[in-house]
Antibody, heavy 122, light 110 residues
């Protein structure tokens, strides 16, 4: 079964760091663009970051310079290292896989994790 | 990058059609045909409904359709069903290889 499972969330103080993990099953994360999307309490979805198959990385303006997306060789997972956390980063974080069909890959996300809560508070 | 603008809520009776608009700018919806739509039941993972403005992944009912005109994309749900009650989000590829989601629309089935 194709599946994504997030881990590593929790409560952290402002200015602190947290590393989210997203473990994949049923496919290889190295073969697809992978994304992080978040949803603050009572708010809508917000795109956070993407990791291309070539290791290229992309970030929203609100996290650029503070967050780092990465993969690790030998592990079918990818990560989001979050530094200098702020109250505004409080959200449910989802990892997601780019949608691909037999005609190619597209700018859309078809497999999502269930999400993990990150709370930034003193 | 500002969020794409969607109506906060739309509603309809079972069997009716509803349309959700998604208004962006020339830096996202207006220039790229990479608009996707997602259905999100609270507490669950979002589900992809539409990609490339109007394409449906296999398994998505043809009751869901997408279109675009200028800076505004639209999702139409035809033959509304009770299970369609959820939050809906549009998303567009944007300049500088970023993505922007819409503000979200709550669909209520009366």
């Amino acid at each position: 079964e194709v599946q994504l499972v997030e881990s590593g969330g929790g409560l952290v103080q402002p200015g602190g760091s947290l590393r989210l993990s997203c473990a994949a099953s049923g496919f290889a994360v190295s073969s697809y663009d992978m994304h992080w999307v978040r949803q603050a309490p009572g708010k809508g979805l917000e795109w956070v970051s993407a990791l291309g198959t070539a290791g290229d990385t992309y970030y929203s303006g609100s996290v650029k310079g503070r967050f780092t997306i990465s993969r690790e060789k030998g592990k079918n997972s990818f990560y989001l290292q979050m530094n200098s956390l702020r109250a505004g980063d409080t959200a449910v974080y989802y990892c997601a896989k780019v949608f691909c069909s037999n005609t190619g890959c597209y700018d859309a996300l078809d497999i999502w994790g269930q999400g993990i809560m990150v709370t930034v508070s003193s | 990058q500002s969020a794409l603008t969607q109506p906060r809520s739309v509603s309809g009776s079972p069997g009716q059609s509803v349309t959700i608009s998604c208004t962006g700018t020339y830096s996202d919806v207006g220039i790229y045909n990479y608009v996707s739509w997602y259905q999100h039941h609270p507490g669950k993972a979002p589900k992809l409904l539409i990609y490339n403005v109007s394409e449906r992944p296999s398994g998505v009912p043809d009751r869901f359709s997408g279109s675009k005109s200028g800076n505004t994309a639209s999702l139409t749900i035809s033959g509304l069903q009770t299970e369609d009650e959820a939050d809906y989000y549009c998303c567009s590829f944007a300049d500088s290889y970023t993505y922007v989601f819409g503000t979200g629309t709550k669909v209520t089935v009366l």
